[in-house]
C-alpha cells in the first residue's frame, strides 16, 4: 500500500497552487514491485503485437498486388453492369446534390464536408510537477497548479480543478459537428456517407454571412455574433474576451475530381475482398492511375508496418523497465547510485527490447514469409562463405630483409 504524506498547500500567485507530497522509501518498493506483475504482461502484450503486425503486412501486401493486377478501369459516364462484383478504378469528376448548411447557424458552403468548431473562452488549468530524491530513498514532489482564461475547442469542467473555487466555467450552449454532404457522385456511380466522408482535406472558410435568428435560437440567447477574422463571435468585445464569450470557426472539405478503387455493387461501390479474406476499398481526391494508387497503397502499408515495430518494441522496453525498476528504487537509498543504477537499468531494458523484439519480428517472418527468410539466410551463409574464401586467398606477408 502506498504510503502518501500530503504537505500543506499554499498560494505561490494569486493564480496558483503549490502542494508538497512525500513517498517513503518502503511505499516506493511497493509500488515498484506492481512492476514484477505487470511487466510480463506488457511484454506479452507486445510480442503478441508484433506477431500480428508482421502477418498483417504480409497479408495486407498480397492483397494489393491481388487487387493491383485484377483492377479494371471503367468510365465513370456510364454504369456497364458486366463489371458488377469486379473490382474496378473509376476517376472523374466529383459532383453534390445540394450545398451545405449548417442548421445551427445558417452558414452554408460547397463541398462535401462542413465542419463547425466552437471555442470558449474558459479558465483553463496547468500543472507542474518537480520530484527530489531525499537522502534514505524517499521522494518529495511539488506540484504547481495553475489558472487562466484561454480559448478552449471542448468544453472544460472547473469542477474538477485542485482550486476550483473563482474558476468555474458557465456551460457551452454549441459543441463542434461535422455536416456531411448526403449524396455525391462520379459521373454516374453514386457514393455512400462514408465514401463521402473519406473524401476532401478541410481548409479553413471564412464566415461573411450567417442566420442571425438561427444562431440566437440555438444559443437561447439575444446575442447575434459578429464577425471578427473570418469566424463567428459571441461577446461584448474580441479585443477583450471574457468568461463565457463564444468563437465559432468553419472549415469546409471540397475535391473537384475523385479516384475510386473498389467493388462495383450496382450503381456504386463497396469493399473487393482478396483470395486472403482482405478488403480493398480505396478513395483518393484527384484523378489517379490505379497503377500509382496501389504503389502509394503499399507505400502506406510499408509505413505503417514501421511505426507498429518501433512502438512494439518501444513497448517491450517499457515492460523490461517495469520489471527492473525495483532494481533502482533499491538505490535510491543514497540517491545518485540510484541514478545510475536507473540509467544501467533503461539501457539494459532497451537491449532486452531489441533483442526480444528482432528475434520476435525474426520467427514471425519464418512464419508469415518462410521463402523469403530461408533465402534471406542462405545469402548470409554465402556472403559469409564468399567472405572466409576471400580471407583465405589472401598473400603472405612478405617477411623485412
Do not use: C
Request: proline content about 4%.
Amino acid at each position: 500500500m502506498a504510503d502518501h504524506d500530503d504537505g500543506a498547500g499554499f498560494p505561490a500567485d494569486p493564480d496558483s497552487f503549490t502542494e508538497v507530497t512525500s513517498q517513503s522509501w518502503l511505499s516506493r518498493i511497493g509500488s515498484s514491485l506492481t512492476g514484477l506483475l505487470v511487466g510480463p504482461v506488457v511484454i506479452f502484450g507486445a510480442i503478441v503485437l508484433l506477431f500480428w503486425n508482421e502477418g498483417r503486412a504480409v497479408g495486407t501486401a498480397r492483397s494489393l498486388a491481388e487487387g493491383a493486377g485484377a483492377v479494371v478501369s471503367v468510365g465513370a459516364g456510364t454504369v456497364d453492369p458486366a463489371n458488377e462484383g469486379r473490382l474496378v478504378h473509376v476517376a472523374g469528376a466529383l459532383s453534390v446534390a445540394e450545398k451545405l448548411r449548417d442548421p445551427a447557424t445558417g452558414v452554408e458552403a460547397d463541398g462535401l464536408r462542413l465542419v463547425r468548431k466552437v471555442e470558449a473562452y474558459q479558465w483553463r488549468e496547468t500543472s507542474t510537477s518537480e520530484t527530489r530524491k531525499k537522502l534514505g530513498g524517499g521522494e518529495e514532489t511539488v506540484t504547481t497548479h495553475s489558472y487562466g482564461l484561454g480559448w478552449s475547442d471542448h468544453p472544460v469542467d472547473g469542477s474538477g480543478f485542485k482550486q476550483p473555487d473563482g474558476h468555474r466555467n458557465p456551460p457551452v450552449a454549441l459543441a463542434g459537428d461535422s455536416i456531411v454532404q448526403r449524396s455525391a457522385r462520379i459521373g454516374a456511380f453514386g457514393l455512400s456517407a462514408s465514401q463521402i466522408a473519406a473524401l476532401g482535406t478541410a481548409r479553413p472558410l471564412a464566415v461573411e454571412k450567417w442566420d442571425r435568428a438561427a444562431l440566437q435560437k440555438t444559443l437561447g440567447t439575444a446575442a447575434a455574433g459578429q464577425p471578427v477574422d473570418g469566424r463567428i463571435f459571441i461577446g461584448i468585445d474580441a479585443t477583450r474576451p471574457r468568461l463565457g464569450d463564444l468563437r465559432i470557426s468553419y472549415e469546409v472539405a471540397a475535391t473537384a475530381e475523385a479516384t475510386v478503387v473498389a467493388r462495383q455493387t450496382g450503381a456504386g461501390f463497396s469493399a473487393f475482398t482478396t483470395s486472403n479474406g482482405r478488403s480493398i476499398e480505396i478513395l483518393r481526391d484527384g484523378t489517379i492511375a490505379p497503377a500509382r494508387v496501389f504503389d502509394d497503397a503499399q507505400s502506406g502499408n510499408t509505413t505503417l508496418t514501421w511505426i507498429v515495430r518501433v512502438g512494439g518494441i518501444l513497448l517491450l522496453a517499457f515492460g523490461f523497465g517495469l520489471i527492473l525498476g525495483p532494481l533502482s528504487v533499491l538505490a535510491d537509498v543514497v540517491p545518485f547510485v540510484g541514478d545510475l543504477v536507473g540509467g544501467a537499468s533503461s539501457m539494459v531494458a532497451l537491449a532486452a527490447a531489441a533483442l526480444v523484439g528482432s528475434a520476435t519480428i525474426a520467427v514471425a517472418w519464418f512464419a508469415y514469409r518462410p521463402l523469403l527468410a530461408a533465402g534471406l539466410i542462405a545469402a548470409g551463409f554465402v556472403a559469409a562463405f564468399a567472405l572466409r574464401r576471400l580471407a583465405g586467398r589472401r598473400p603472405a606477408a612478405v617477411p623485412a630483409q
